[in-house]
């Protein structure tokens, strides 16, 4: 009996630590957005991207690079919620996979951030870390 008991007990912790370490590793953003520059007669919301007029203008990228993940997390981390009531031109869609929380991040190409259908003060650290992954410059 003690014999299976040694034998359980490793496991079932080896288990959980794996398990929290694939926890860590699930953390990916997943980015929809339109080539720079480009203009629209109308206003874009965050679920125009994906539709069918739209998709041979829409670009995607997934990112996994771990450093990249953690510069983007402090930034997105300390947006603040912003007082006003606006509607945002869309240009980018950010899909964040943190953990077990999936938040949608929407974002003019100059200015105006949304999470969540909430808007966020302008930052343009956090905007410029994005286009320069996407746009690569």
Do not use: W
Request: charged share 30%.
């Amino acid at each position: 009996m003690k014999l299976l008991l040694y034998l359980i007990i490793p496991f079932l912790t080896f288990n959980c630590i794996s398990k929290k370490n694939s926890y860590e590793n699930r953390k990916y953003i997943e980015v929809f957005y339109l080539k720079e520059g480009l203009r629209y007669p109308i206003q874009l919301n965050c679920n125009y991207l994906h539709s069918e007029l739209m998709k041979k203008n829409v670009k995607y990228e997934k990112i996994d690079n771990q450093d990249f993940i953690k510069n983007f997390d402090k930034k997105y981390k300390a947006l603040k919620t912003s007082k006003d009531q606006r509607n945002i031109d869309v240009r980018i869609q950010i899909i964040y996979h943190n953990d077990k929380i999936i938040d949608t991040i929407c974002m003019g190409e100059h200015f105006d951030i949304q999470v969540n259908g909430i808007n966020k003060e302008d930052s343009k650290g956090f905007l410029l870390m994005i286009k320069q992954k996407i746009y690569k410059y």
